[in-house]
């Protein structure tokens, strides 16, 4: 036999014209590759008209950038904007500080039903909230079951889940509502649910309005009337617009009736980082202003639109907004600014009050669900791996001790 002949008779010897099997299948897995990342960057968009604002700090130059025909990537598993494309790679997502994941839950069969997304500042005023919400949608635990702080073992926020409504604690100021949204948007989408509304309910300072009235935010603005969000990433300040859905918040206005003990604004309302000075108290540990520079600052403030102060809404806004998430901030007066600085209602009063934002939204979600024809089954939660349910608690519980 000829050397070429035997060359062709050989096991590993390849048909003319034919690629060796390795060097094929590796073309096919590049080729594979490449189809992913087409499928991911090309899937079904959708077009919104947003802001977006870019400046470098190094070098002090301002870029924007004008959105109307940008594309926010959404496809058949979420409806979430702008979503993180790591996210979508990972085999196991630890959500540290709800203390749930997607390798350690099902996550899906858990949260797949969920429709609203309430938030507020306190666990015992968002588990108040869960059973009210309750009994307002007349949904029924099977028997023997009752409300559970799903994320316990955070040691952070708490959650409790009524059918379709999550009532979850942000804490208190931008950062920890931030941290939140992120864990609470990754959520929404590793459960595959399609168009979430969330809302923020709250306590506020009026400005010009007396205690015991509802704010339905429009826009929020920071403390310089700048009406974005500023975050430093990567090193460079990134601003996001802090908008909210309007026809929501027309909605829910709505909803309000002449037999209702409030009345109920809109308007810009001003998220400060911080309780004392940026709110310009003059009962704080400092304060180098004077009662008549608050009381211009406030006037002025108030001349541009601005109706209350708080502390969470524009990271509430801004980050509900990027991810394209109805998105509503309710908050009840616990004061009127013009008048002083110091909350002198009774607690008595007050625990009344922080009910108002509740009873509202309680109206919405009835009126929408009725709407639907009922609040659905409810699915339970379910452990999809105890090893991972073991390492997510234990991952959740050494961040809570490390921060």
Known sequence: MSSR?????????????????GRRGSRRRRRTLAARRAALTGRARRRRTVTCLSSRQRS???????????????????????LNPHVREMTSDILYHLALGSGSHDLHAMFGDVKFVCMGGTPRRMEQFAHFIMKE??????????????????????????????????GMGMPSVGILLHEMIKLMYHARVKNPTFFRLGT??????????????????????????EQAILGE????????????AAELKALSTPEDPWQIYSGKT???????????????AFCDYTEEDKFDFLRKIHAE??????????????????AGIRGAVICVTLL??????QVTAEKSQQMEWQEYPQRLVARYIRQQLEAADGVGSGAGGLIRSLSQLHLTRQTSEQFASSE
């Open 270 to 284: 001003m998220c400060t980082t911080d309780f004392y000075e940026g709110q310009g108290r003059l009962d704080g």
């Open 305 to 322: 639109g601005i109706i209350n102060m708080e502390m969470e809404s524009l990271m509430f806004a801004a980050l509900c907004h990027h």
């Open 336 to 341: 009127n600014r013009m008048k002083g600085d």
């Open 5 to 21: 002949a035997a060359a062709r008779n050989h096991p590993s010897a390849t048909p003319r014209g034919r690629e060796p099997m």
């Open 137 to 170: 949608i007349g949904y029924q635990l099977p028997t023997g079951a009752q409300l559970l702080d799903i994320s316990l073992h955070s040691y952070r926020y708490s959650m409790f889940k009524v059918g379709p409504v999550l009532s979850v604690s942000h």
């Open 204 to 229: 506020c300072g009026g400005i010009g309005i007396d205690g015991g009235n509802l704010v339905i935010t429009e826009s929020a603005v920071d403390g310089l009337m700048n009406p974005y969000l």
């Open 237 to 248: 300040i990134q601003k996001r617009p802090g908008l909210l859905d309007p026809e929501l």
């Open 60 to 82: 002090g130059r301002t870029s924007s950038c004008d959105e109307t025909a940008l594309d926010l990537t959404g496809d058949e598993e979420t409806t979430i904007a702008r």
